[in-house]
C-alpha cells in the first residue's frame, strides 16, 4: 500500500491549489480517504473525507467552503482543492486511509495508511 501526495508549494492569500494522493494497494471504493494537516506547533487536524460507497464527504468549518475533496476512480486518485488561501492554512498536507473509519467529523488521526506529506505555504 502506497499513498503519495502531489502538488503542494508557495501560493499567495487568496490563490488556490490542487493536492493529488496517488493511491496503490487498494481501490478507493473500499477505504474512508482523509486529508490531515499538521502546521508547526499544532495538533494534526482533520480537514476532509470521502467514503464514496456510502456517498460521504466531510469538511472541517476551517475549510468548508473553501476545499473541495474529489477522486478519479481511473487513476485511483484523491484531489483537494484548496480555494480562498490564507496563511492560516500554511501546513505540510497529509493524506490517508482506512478500510474500517467511516467518514465524519472530528476526524481522527488512527488511519491506517499515510502518505508522506507536502508542504502548502500561504504568503505573500
Known amino acids: 500500500v502506497q499513498l503519495v501526495e502531489f502538488g503542494g508549494g508557495l501560493v499567495q492569500p487568496g490563490g488556490s491549489l490542487r493536492l493529488a494522493c496517488a493511491v496503490s494497494?487498494?481501490?478507493?471504493?473500499?477505504?474512508?480517504i482523509g486529508w490531515f494537516r499538521q502546521a508547526p506547533g499544532k495538533k494534526r487536524e482533520g480537514i476532509s473525507c470521502?467514503?464514496?460507497?456510502?456517498?460521504?464527504?466531510y469538511y472541517a468549518p476551517s475549510v468548508e467552503g473553501r476545499f473541495t475533496i474529489s477522486r478519479n476512480n481511473a487513476t485511483n486518485t484523491v484531489y483537494l482543492q484548496m480555494d480562498n488561501l490564507t496563511p492560516e492554512d500554511t501546513a505540510v498536507y497529509y493524506c490517508?486511509?482506512?478500510?474500517?473509519?467511516?467518514?465524519?467529523?472530528?476526524?481522527?488521526?488512527?488511519?491506517?495508511?499515510w502518505g508522506q506529506g507536502t508542504q502548502v505555504t500561504v504568503s505573500s
Open positions: 490517508a486511509g482506512d478500510g474500517h473509519y467511516s467518514c465524519g467529523g472530528p476526524m481522527l488521526p488512527g488511519y491506517e495508511y
Open positions: 494497494g487498494f481501490l478507493l471504493d473500499y477505504y474512508t
Open positions: 470521502m467514503r464514496d460507497r456510502t456517498g460521504v464527504r
